[in-house]
Structures are given as C-alpha cells and as structure tokens.
C-alpha cells in the first residue's frame, strides 16, 4: 500500500474532487473550458500533489508538495468563490464544499507541522 491511503488530508480531498467534479458539471456549458476545467485541474493538483510528496525520500521534499497541495485547495477556494459570485452554487452547495476545504486546510497545515517538528527533533 502506499504511504499516501493512509493519510486523512489525501483520503478527503479525493472526495474533494469527487465534489469540485459534481458541482461544476451543473456549470453553464459555456464555462466547461474556463473555470469548471481550471477548477477540476486545482481541485486534482491537491491528492496528488500530497501523494507525490508522500513518495518522496525526505520530509523536506514531502513538506515542499504539501505546500503546493496548499497553494492548490487557495486556488480551489478562489474558484468556488467566482462560481458563487456567478450563482453557479447554490448556499448549500457553497457551505458543503467550504466545510470540506477548511478542513483540508486544517489537515495540510497539521501535517506541514508535525513534519516541520520531525525534522527538528532529528537535527537535535
């Protein structure tokens, strides 16, 4: 198995994908190469941003995609956030996914600390 399935940030940005894909299928055709395409590509950058870096051979290059996945979920959250301007979301549907991305986020940034003190007990 690969380090990365054992991880709660992957598993639950999967389903953050799995939702980004949902939600913006009901977007206006007219967007299906603007924000539905740039939105699915960030939302798919975040699990496997995570998994890349799990594979990784020190905790410095796995902190290093783990912010990626970060710089990703922003650019998921700035998306959703046009696609609600638009009412292309409904309350709902907006409040669902800004759950789940806050506790992605939350997630990252435990991960991102727990390695940081990894590494620092180990120079130690």
Not at 51 to 77: C, M, P
Request: charged share 25%.
């Amino acid at each position: 198995m690969r380090p990365h399935k054992n991880l709660l940030a992957w598993k639950d940005s999967i389903e953050l994908v799995e939702a980004v894909y949902k939600l913006s299928n009901n977007f206006p055709e007219s967007e299906k190469f603007g924000l539905t395409s740039q939105l699915q590509r960030a939302a798919i950058s975040i699990p496997t941003n995570i998994a890349e870096g799990a594979a990784r051979n020190t905790k410095k290059e796995f902190i290093q995609f783990l912010y990626i996945s970060s710089g990703s979920l922003s650019e998921v959250d700035t998306l959703i956030t046009i696609a609600s301007n638009l009412k292309y979301l409904k309350n709902e549907e907006l409040k669902m996914i800004t759950q789940k991305m806050d506790k992605i986020s939350s997630l990252l940034n435990g991960l991102i600390k727990k390695l940081k003190m990894d590494i620092k007990v180990q120079a130690n």
